[in-house]
């Protein structure tokens, strides 16, 4: 079974400050794909970035950076000084074959509710 | 702006009142979705649609009623529902479903939020 474990519920910081939000991920697959996704209030999802089991290359993209670590099945992302407007909820993905049964589903965390004060 | 476009963004039904979501993407995607949220939780997958033909069904009651009619529109019908369905509905859509296309991230729209007195 996929499971995908965000345990921070909400987080709460003031402008300029770094933040962390933690990702952990459980599957059997060997091969296997992790998502963040933001939800502003107005509701869409939006696609943040992508990652493959076989590629634990850290990324970086702007203020935002990702920190993915196989040994400890961990995804995690960071807004470096952050902003007013990266005030979301903030959910993490996963993507797993499940032997040929989980085609098409996305195994979603609970979210973390991100609130950045001026 | 979305590239999955949702319509109504907002929907006040009764009980016994038929009404219909609707869905549309232009980007040549081969695979929708419609998934459920309820407030301060993660999405719940409902229904998937492969090249026009549903491929799962998560035991929604039949009192959602999805359709595909092209590649580019999905429908969701809604019949007689219970206080309990009010929610955000979200639409979705990938490139397609595949083990060599389970990389490819789902794109969503703004959701529809369904109230029902």
């Known amino acids: 079974a996929q499971k995908v474990t965000q345990a921070q519920t909400e987080i709460s910081v003031v402008e300029k400050e770094d933040v962390t939000l933690d990702c952990v991920y459980e599957t059997r697959d060997t091969t296997y794909y992790l998502f963040w996704y933001k939800q502003p209030p107005s509701g869409e999802l939006v696609f943040l970035i992508r990652r493959n089991s076989f590629d634990e290359q850290n990324e970086i993209s702007g203020r935002y950076s990702w920190n993915f670590q196989k040994s400890t099945s961990s995804f995690n992302f960071t807004i470096t000084a952050s902003q007013v407007v990266d005030s979301a909820v903030y959910f993490c993905a996963l993507s797993a074959n499940a032997g040929g049964t989980s085609y098409g589903k996305l195994t979603f965390g609970q979210g973390t509710i991100l609130t950045v004060h001026p | 702006d979305t590239e999955v476009t949702q319509t109504p963004k907002h929907l006040v039904m009764g009980m016994t009142n038929k009404k219909s979501l609707k869905c549309e993407q232009h980007?040549?995607?081969?695979?929708m979705y419609w998934y459920k949220q309820k407030a301060k939780k993660p999405p719940e997958l409902m229904f998937v649609y492969s090249y026009e033909k549903l491929s799962i069904n998560e035991s929604v009651p039949s009192r959602f009623s999805p359709e595909c009619p092209n590649s580019s529109l999905l429908n969701l019908h809604l019949h007689a529902l219970q206080p309990e369905d009010s929610a955000l509905y979200l639409c979705?859509?990938?490139?397609?479903?595949?083990?060599?296309?389970?990389?490819?991230?789902?794109?969503f729209g703004d959701g529809t939020r369904l109230s029902i007195l």
């Open positions: 980007m040549g995607h081969r695979a």
């Open positions: 979705a859509s990938s490139q397609g479903l595949s083990t060599g296309r389970m990389n490819q991230p789902q794109h």
